[in-house]
């Protein structure tokens, strides 16, 4: 939880090149401090890291809401209209994050080309397809 | 919290003590206590209650599971796999939900008949037209 | 096109004509002529089957259009703009398809009670879980 | 109409290290001729025009399948299973032209970079958020 002591117990494919993403904080120009391990610069979302929290709190809230109302025996009904702007509201999120991170990562790759650019080019054609299909 | 003293303030809401939905009608021990407000009986999730707050803290747990990995720079397409398999879990639950109630609600409202099956069966359309497009 | 003189062509599921519809089908009055083989009366949509067939004639169209627009070369966004108004056109078949079966078919099924109201509902169930994850 | 005549440079696999697309404008060779009026180039999908065409034929195919169900008054729940694969085989073709947008178009755009990228990729997020949301 805590995101100060860095990214090590992550599991996924920590950079080779940083010798260690120390403090959450972004900063530009010394390499590999906060950076994205995966293509190498910062996420397009860490502009607006702020605004991501606060709406995930807010579905977090939603979620826990629908507890509330499960728990109180509310009408199904209202419970499934519930659950559907829950969903929405995570799709949304979805659709941001996608969106700046083919402005950002997608960009950077596509323009250095080779492998990297293929391989950043599959995996957000398969989170597509993942969210088409959820 | 407390399902007893039923929902009296919720607006909408036919009784809860029907005088009898006469057909073949399911007509079951206590009337109203813990029953709901618009079809005059228990839900049909009240089944298993229990079931569906565990899988709602599981969903709250992968929620705040994003707002880790936000919080922790984590690359996009690992945060958007995550919100695929949290949008997956929602509507695994809403199609449970759904299924339980066609086979409470609505089949007690269609063996009832007249305006209140018309009414049951159109607000059960309009939630799956709600999933459908979410 | 003439659903009078049955459905011999089709392959799949039974006639309208039959004079059986022999293992556990339901029959009730004059059996079989222009009766759902499944559950034993008017399908729901024969109230409008011409409205269907104008919806879908349309999908086709739109269908044909999407072949138009390769075969010119058009834009790729423009495609996907038409690809999502035909998949949304056919989505909004499915759930006029799926009330009116609720309305109908479950309805009876609800009101006959027993395995006829199990399996409906089950069936049902199924299909619009199909639905949401398409 | 030509699809005989180049795609050789296709894919993203070149350069990387491109002097500069300069100016925002992309123009190669001979414009015009079965060129993307949009981003200047032969769409990605053309290196595959008669696989989209058989695909789309097959789309065609099972639309009018579906009229001849609605027509042949089959079961309800047999023409939604069948509505259901149309849409996915539908969403698979557009998953595949978004696929091949982003290796093509997008990538060329991300190299040009300025107006143009930032418009090509609006307009890819706008055709995502289409797919997720029909």
Known sequence: MNAQDGHTEKGFSVTGTAPAPSGGAVSDGDPGR???PECGHHHGYLADK????KRLRRIEGQVRGLQRMV????YCIDILTQVSATTRALQSVALTLLDEHL????????????????IRLAEASDAIARLVRS
Chains 1, 2, 3, 4 share one sequence.
């Open 34 to 36: 906060g950076r994205d």
């Open 50 to 53: 702020d605004g991501y929290l």
């Open 71 to 74: 728990d109180d025996e509310q």
């Open 103 to 118: 402005s950002t990562c997608v960009v950077r790759a596509a323009r250095a080309g080779g492998d990297e650019a293929e």
